[in-house]
Every structure is written in structure tokens, then in C-alpha cells.
């Protein structure tokens, strides 16, 4: 489990939500991860099928 503070990001694209929820120093790249997400989400559902869910979220966590 990991805790913020968190600068939280939003894009809707069609009926899924995805955010990011970034600490301040890299707040910055969210719009670059809410794009590539948006990119790979289509791409798996194309191959795969829909993807099940409503959101998608993108977390920083202070260890890789």
C-alpha cells in the first residue's frame, strides 16, 4: 500500500476513466501516462476483447 500526497490526473476516454495519481516532482508526465494507457488499453481490447472495468489507474510509488 502506498500514500500520497497525490496530484491526480483525468481522462476520460469513451466509457473508461483513467487517472494517474503522481507525486508533485513527476506530476509533469501524467498527461504522457494518460495517453499511453489510453493507447495500450485499445490496442489489448482490440486483440483480447473490452476491457472490464470503468477506470484504470496509473500510481507512483516511491521504489521501483
Known amino acids: 500500500m502506498f500514500a ?7 481522462r476520460q476516454a ?3 476513466r483513467i487517472r494517474t495519481y503522481f507525486h508533485a516532482d513527476i506530476a509533469d508526465a501524467a498527461n504522457h501516462y494518460l495517453e499511453a494507457s489510453e493507447i495500450y488499453i485499445r490496442r489489448f481490447e482490440a486483440e483480447i476483447g473490452p476491457y472490464p472495468f470503468d477506470d484504470f489507474h496509473v500510481m507512483s510509488a516511491p521504489y521501483q
Open 14 to 16: 469513451g466509457r473508461l
Open 4 to 10: 500520497g500526497p497525490y496530484v491526480v490526473a483525468e
